[in-house]
């Protein structure tokens, strides 16, 4: 005589569903990681003449469907105007970048500075590189492998 059991089925969609649970805790707190350890190495490469860049440095997780993204940028306007910079003028002192002529058509002749660097320290000082945020991707991407292999495991 055979023995029915029953709730067999119930039993299956409930592992499958702690399974899912556990796997996209795990997605999260390992793309969290991951965008920790990249901001960390972009924040040593970033430019600080005021802090207001490297303070303006974000993290953040997406869900996009089936998918989570995870995100780090930057909220100050000219953070992607800094990011593609030349670098050029790394190491140059922040100097104004000149004087207007001497001269005008309204009013007494004057000149006028018109900006440029605030005048204190050098450009892209002192570890700060153009492409900052990519090349800290790029510097992080062992540790990011390594730590996406740990957070994953069963």
Known sequence: MGVKVKGIQQAQRNMNALINDIEGRKIVRALK???????????????????????????????????????????????????????????????????????????PKRSVEFGGGTGVGNYWDPNAEPQFLLKGAVKAKDTVDAVMKKELKL
């Open 33 to 107: 990681s991951a965008t920790i350890i990249i901001g960390s190495e972009a924040a040593i490469l970033t430019p600080r003449d005021t802090s207001t860049l490297i303070n303006s440095q974000y993290t953040e997780l997406l869900p996009q469907g089936s998918k989570i993204i995870g995100r780090i940028g930057y909220t100050a306007s000219y953070a992607a105007a800094v990011h593609n910079a030349s670098g050029k003028l790394k190491g140059q002192p922040r100097a104004h970048f000149g004087r207007t002529a001497n001269h005008s058509e309204f009013g």
